[in-house]
């Protein structure tokens, strides 16, 4: 759908330039959208190299232990379907910090390596899991406590504060995960009884 969207609003834009006469004004802002692309992609590629970096030295050393424990009552809240499989844990549990640490492009494959773990338990190969579907609304409402892309950008755009956005993005996330959770955990339960049913 978006390959066909985009064509349509890139066309629409030249024409409208053309036929009102601002074509001069498109291509200056072509090449200053560039120049902004290109230095905010610099900015976070380098905050993504430091904390994807912190992460991976963080998951061998004892720390990622720590964590893991702190948050397995929580997972096992969460995902009770996977009690027994400590693999699907632990990768959750990665994607989880990799999120809480704000750090979306990191936890991406940590994300795709636990649905597949997941994937492999599930019974229906057509559809989702509980747990595969907690894990989709963990990634989109997670909990952050250093929003380090929100960060970068404000960053990259010369904000006065950049990080002056961290307590209403806790306040928002929180509110997020709570809302997310209990929607997810209701319906789980209402799908649960009628499939009994």
């Known amino acids: 759908m978006l390959n066909l969207v985009w064509p349509i609003f890139i066309i629409i834009s030249f024409s409208y330039a053309i036929f009102s006469g601002n074509l001069q004004n498109l291509n200056t802002s072509i090449f200053d959208s560039v120049e902004s692309a290109v230095s905010l992609s610099i900015t976070m590629l ?20 720590i964590m893991n424990k702190l948050l397995k009552p929580v997972i096992k809240m969460l995902f009770p379907e996977i009690k027994e499989n400590p693999k699907a844990q632990n990768e959750i549990s990665m994607n989880m910090i990799a999120n809480i640490l704000g750090l979306g492009n990191a936890a991406t494959p940590l994300g795709l390596k636990a649905m597949d773990t997941l994937q492999k338990e599930n019974k229906n190969k057509k559809e989702l899991s509980n747990s595969m579907i907690m894990l989709i609304v963990l990634n ?3 909990i952050q406590l250093v929003p380090t892309t929100i960060i970068a950008i404000r960053s990259s755009l010369g904000a006065e504060n950049p990080t002056a956005i961290i307590v209403p993005v806790w306040i928002a996330t929180v509110c997020a995960a709570i809302a ?4 997810t955990k209701l319906l789980i339960y209402y799908s649960n009884k009628r499939e009994k049913i």
């Open 46 to 65: 380098g905050t993504m190299c430091l904390w994807s970096g912190i992460i991976n030295v963080a998951a061998n050393t004892s720390i990622m232990k």
């Open 140 to 142: 989109t409402a997670s």
């Open 180 to 183: 997310g959770i209990t929607v």
